[in-house]
Every structure is written in structure tokens, then in C-alpha cells.
């Protein structure tokens, strides 16, 4: 039973991920394409809670659904163009963006359908939050202090860019 329902909870998930996902290409609404992102991130970190990986899934609601879709908003507010206003792919946009599709959709396939699936070793616990942040501070701390001044650096770019010409 228990069973059971972690099934019906991952193809609740993967179906509203695809669904948000396919919202996002299709809309030409920027408000609506954001809270379709919000809804394709928002299940991926369901899915990851259901895999028991819980740091990645947090990870996944703080960063990517809180922060991206923030800077999207801001990006947004602080342009001076509508929210509102309706943004049409060309003919030949559509056509492109079909063929790059399917050959990304091919490339997947071909990489994807020959290998051989199998269970791999089942972990006794979960990695720890502890674990991962003495990592992050000591092993890793140039890495994670250069992607932050790099997020910095793009933040300031952004703004500066947004601002309005004198």
C-alpha cells in the first residue's frame, strides 16, 4: 500500500512537472510563463523529496523556485516595458526551436534507451545538511566564494543594465 502511494505520488508530480513545463514554452505571457516555472520547480523538488533527497529538494525550493523566479519578477518590474505585453515567436523561430527539439529529443534517446537500468547501491541514510555544509566550508569554500561573487557580479550587471538612460 505504502507502495502504492509513492507511486501515485511520483506520477502526480512528473505529470504537474511536464505539464508547468510545457506551459512555460507555449506561454507568451511573462507573468504566466513565471508561475509555470514556479510550478515545473516546485514539483521537482516534490520529486526530489520523494527520492529521500531532501538537502537537494530545499536546495531546489530556496535557490531555483525562490530566487530565479525573485530575479524574474525584479527583472521584470525594473524594466520599463509592460508585464502585460503579449511576446509572438516567428514562423521561422517555431520551425528552429522544433528542429533543435527533436534532435535534442533524438540525442536523449540514443544515449538513453541502450543502457542497462540497474538498481545501485541503496545508502543506509542520507547524506546530512551538517555533512554537506562542513564540506561547502572547508573542501569546497573557493568554489562556493566565486560563485557567489560571480551571482554578485551579476546582480550589479543587471541592475546597472535595467537602469533607465539620462
Known amino acids: 500500500m505504502d507502495n502504492l502511494l509513492e507511486t501515485l505520488a511520483f506520477y502526480i508530480m512528473a505529470g504537474f512537472a511536464a505539464g508547468s513545463a510545457v506551459g512555460v514554452v507555449v506561454s507568451t505571457n511573462i ?11 516546485g514539483s521537482v523538488a516534490g520529486l526530489y523529496f520523494l527520492l529521500d533527497a531532501n ?4 536546495i531546489q525550493l530556496i535557490v ?9 519578477i525584479f527583472g521584470v518590474m525594473l524594466t520599463s516595458k509592460s508585464p502585460w505585453v503579449r511576446f509572438d515567436a516567428t514562423r521561422g523561430q517555431i520551425i528552429v526551436a522544433c528542429l533543435v527539439a527533436a534532435m535534442m529529443f533524438a540525442g536523449l534517446c540514443t544515449l538513453l534507451l541502450p543502457g542497462e537500468w540497474s538498481g545501485g547501491p541503496v545508502l543506509e ?10 564540506a561547502l ?16 557580479v551579476v546582480m550589479i550587471g543587471a541592475a546597472y543594465l535595467a537602469r533607465p538612460e539620462k
Do not use: H
Not at 64 to 72: P, Q
Not at 137 to 152: C, M, Q, R
Open 55 to 58: 538537502l537537494i529538494a530545499a
Open 31 to 41: 507573468i504566466r510563463t513565471a508561475v509555470f516555472l514556479l510550478g515545473t520547480l
Open 125 to 134: 541514510q542520507s547524506p546530512r545538511v551538517k555533512d554537506v555544509g562542513e
Open 137 to 152: 566550508l572547508t573542501d569546497y569554500l573557493v568554489p562556493f566564494e566565486v560563485a557567489s561573487v560571480l551571482l554578485l
Open 64 to 72: 531555483y523556485a525562490g530566487g530565479t523566479l525573485i530575479l524574474i
